[in-house]
Each structure stands twice: as structure tokens, then as C-alpha cells.
């Protein structure tokens, strides 16, 4: 079946150090999204790429999405102890129904200050 | 800001007892989820509703369970007879279209015993 795959599983950081976790999906995707879950909290949208090659900055998180829109990047410059958390990335496969999104099992990402 | 709101946040039932989890989505929202994440793993997509019936559905959302919108504002989960691997925190989900941002609500963790 269609699986998005995440690596790696957990990850811990210095404080100040560079984080990337990355998503790999077995079929081509129309879109992928990302989410981040705080400990005990609930998944919150962080963004939505569409495009082959595109790459989008929030701040000190980039995110790009492979030319062949299988694949997509997180990278956190600099990770600070408020970026603690589970990111998630959610891919729509293409020729599906627009309603089923799959989520990736996340990195869950530690920050030693 | 408008947010997904569920009730209760922790539910405990006993084995084969039917439990309702009640979803009220973000009132412009069209399309409505249900996800399922047991503890410590990854989000699972468990249904998606819109125009009044089921748009889609996973391999888990089987004959226990139902999803209904009886009125304007609520949305809600039935599992008919509880089973132990039920356990689980369910998250309701909403959007406003196929393939945008979804919002979470905070989940309800439903323990069986």
C-alpha cells in the first residue's frame, strides 16, 4: 500500500544546532504537508507544498519538496528549546481521493539547552 | 481564532461498551476527519466526511465504527463495542476544501479497560 516514510524516528540537539528530518513517500504526491505536535498536544499545520523543486521559509524552517514530489525536507537553523516536539510530514498520493491524507510516524525532536 | 473543539478530553470505557466522541468543526469548514494516535505513534488517518456522508475511509474504520452529523455543528465518532486495542487518543479534524490545512482539535484520549 502507499506508506510515507520519516527519518530519523528521534533526534536530539543542542540548543543552537541545525535539525533536518526527512520524508520519503512510495508513490508520487499532489501535495505534502507538515505538522508539529508539542508533547501532549495535538498536530498543528505548519505548511502545504504543491510544486516539484518548491521550497518555502518560515522564519528558521525551510521546507522544500522533491522534483519528483516524492520526497520533502525540515530543516531548523539554529533549534531553540521551543521547537521540542513531533514534526510530521502528511502526504496526499496523486490519483486518489483528495480526502485521504497519510502522515508520515514522525521524528520527534529533543533540544538540550 | 476559531478552533476544532472535542469532548470529553479523556473518556474510559469498558470492553464491548459503545462510546460516542463528539467534534464541534470550525463553522465555515466543509470537510470533517477523524485521525486515531495511539501512544507514542504515529497519526492515523481513520475517516473523511463531507456532504453529509463518507468521502473515505481506512482499512481501521470498520463496521464498530460510525461517523454522523446530526445537527449543524457536531461531528461524531461511535464505536459500537469497544475493544482494548481501541485505546488511543482520537483527534477530529476540519477544512475548509480537499487538500488545504486541516485543524486539529485537542483529542480525546479514550482509555478501555
Partial sequence: ?113 | EPEVTQTPSHQVTQMGQEVILRCVPISNHLYFYWYRQILGQKVEFLVSFYNNEISEKSEIFDDQFSVERPDGSNFTLKIRSTKLEDSAMYFCASSRGTATEAFFGQGTRLTVV
Avoid at chain 1, 521546507?63 to 496526499?92: P, R
Fill in chain 1, 1 to 113: 500500500g502507499q506508506q510515507v516514510m520519516q527519518i530519523p524516528q528521534y533526534q536530539h540537539v543542542q540548543e543552537g544546532e541545525d535539525f533536518t528530518t526527512y520524508c520519503n513517500s512510495s508513490t508520487t504526491l499532489s501535495n505534502i504537508q507538515w505538522y508539529k505536535q508539542r508533547p501532549g498536544g495535538h498536530p498543528v499545520f505548519l505548511i502545504q507544498l504543491v510544486k516539484s523543486g518548491e521550497v518555502k521559509k518560515q522564519k528558521r524552517l525551510t521546507f522544500q519538496f522533491g522534483e519528483a514530489k516524492k520526497n520533502s525536507s525540515l530543516h531548523i537553523t539554529a533549534t531553540q528549546t521551543t521547537d521540542v516536539g513531533t514534526y510530521f510530514c502528511a502526504g496526499l498520493p496523486m490519483k486518489t481521493s483528495y480526502d485521504k491524507v497519510i502522515f508520515g510516524p514522525g521524528t520527534s525532536l529533543s533540544v538540550i539547552p
